[in-house]
Structures are given as C-alpha cells and as structure tokens.
C-alpha cells in the first residue's frame, strides 16, 4: 500500500476535514415527504449499496422506466427486481445484512437523493401487478423500511461534468465483449460481439427465460 498518514480516529478525520455545516446535519429526515415522492418518481436509475455479514460490499445500478420504484408510505419503498444475471449479490447480502442505501439520480439534475434504511426480499408481493413494465410482473420485489432520507449537493456531479457531453472523455475502451472474453470461453469473441449488442440487449431485458 502506498505510504501517507493513517487515519484511524474521528478525531483525527474531523482535523482535517472540519465541521460540517448546520444545514448539512439537519437535512437528514426519518421519512420520505411529498418532494422526496416526486424526485423518486422521476428517477429512471438508482444505485443500491449492500454489505454482507462478512463485511464484503456490493454496489448494484437498478434501471427501469421513471416510476418503477413506488412509495407505499412514508417509511417504505419498493423495487422491483428485473431479469439480470442471476448472481443476486445484493440479495445474497440483505439475507446477511438488511442495511441498505439507495440513491436516486434524474437525468440532467446535478442534486441527487439518498435512502438509507433496512430491506426485505418478498416473494409475489400483493402489489407486485402494480410493478409490471411490458409484460413482466417481478416475482421478487426488494422492499425497504425508510431510516434516513436527505438529499446531495450538485458538487460531484458537476465535478464530473455527468450530464455534459462535450466533456465526456474518448472511449476507446475494449467493448463490453472484448472484456468479458478475459474471463469466460462459452462463447467465441464473435458471438460475444453479437450478444452484447445493443439491439439484443434491449430484446432481452424483460425475459425471463435464461439466453
């Protein structure tokens, strides 16, 4: 590891880093208000955080048409769970670990929501019909009890100029293909290539049935 002062104390972070300022430690709520309904129901990505009894982390993108994620009532929200690729990480974390924290991105907004609480993973929910996009209704539904809600500034988005295409860097990167071809030989590079498409990507993201 490189060399360069350990921080092991509070003491010794809040040295450096200082106070927070007073709106900073009051934004933080126990329940989600009117203005927290109407962001999460224009927010078309989220990203979930998730942490198992042995300590290991998992970050997971969740993406669905704006609206998917639906607020039952001020202290519980739900997602519905989407065909992916069956390696249910997180899941496989709340059953260890239910402490979850959500936060919800709208495009072109630099301001982003975050959701701190306790999940479930409930089977055919009584509302799960509710929850359908183009014919798929989630047999599983990730439902989370509201702990902590508040909301984040513009400055990383902006740092990162996100919503800016002018300042998007080249991406000369391997194709999503090229990359999984380090690890896996299922397939030829070829048929990778084929696979990953756009257009077959899109034909696959509410089937079920495994391809």
């Known amino acids: 590891?490189?060399?360069g002062q350990h921080i092991t104390t509070p003491e010794q972070l809040r040295e450096v880093v200082g106070e927070p300022v007073r709106r900073a430690v009051v934004k933080?709520?126990?329940r989600l208000d009117d203005t927290d309904r109407a962001f999460i129901a224009r927010s078309p990505f989220?990203?979930?955080?998730?942490s198992?009894?042995?300590?290991?982390?998992?970050?997971s993108p969740k993406g669905d048409?704006?609206?998917?994620?639906?607020?039952?009532?001020d202290h519980t929200l739900v997602l519905p769970d989407r065909p992916g690729n069956r390696r249910v990480d997180g899941f496989g974390n709340i059953?260890?670990?239910?402490?979850?924290?959500?936060?919800?991105?709208?495009?072109r907004r630099s301001d982003t929501l975050r959701v701190n609480g306790t999940a479930r993973i409930l089977l055919d929910p009584p509302y799960a019909e509710a929850l359908r996009h183009k014919g798929h209704v989630p047999r599983l539904v990730?439902?989370?009890?509201?702990?902590?809600?508040f909301t984040h500034c513009a400055k990383a988005l902006l740092r990162s100029n996100l919503w800016d295409p002018e300042q998007w860097p080249e991406d000369d990167l391997p194709s999503i293909a090229q990359m999984a071809a380090r690890t896996t030989d299922d397939m030829t590079l070829a048929q990778m290539e084929e696979y990953y498409t756009e257009e077959n990507t899109r034909t696959l993201l509410y089937r079920t049935t495994p391809r």
């Open 46 to 50: 989220q990203v979930i955080a998730t």
């Open 1 to 3: 590891m490189s060399e």
């Open 65 to 73: 048409p704006a609206g998917s994620v639906h607020v039952l009532d």
């Open 95 to 107: 059953l260890e670990n239910p402490h979850v924290g959500l936060l919800f991105l709208v495009p």
């Open 52 to 59: 198992g009894g042995d300590g290991g982390v998992d970050v």
């Open 142 to 149: 990730l439902e989370v009890g509201v702990e902590e809600v």
């Open 28 to 30: 933080q709520r126990d």
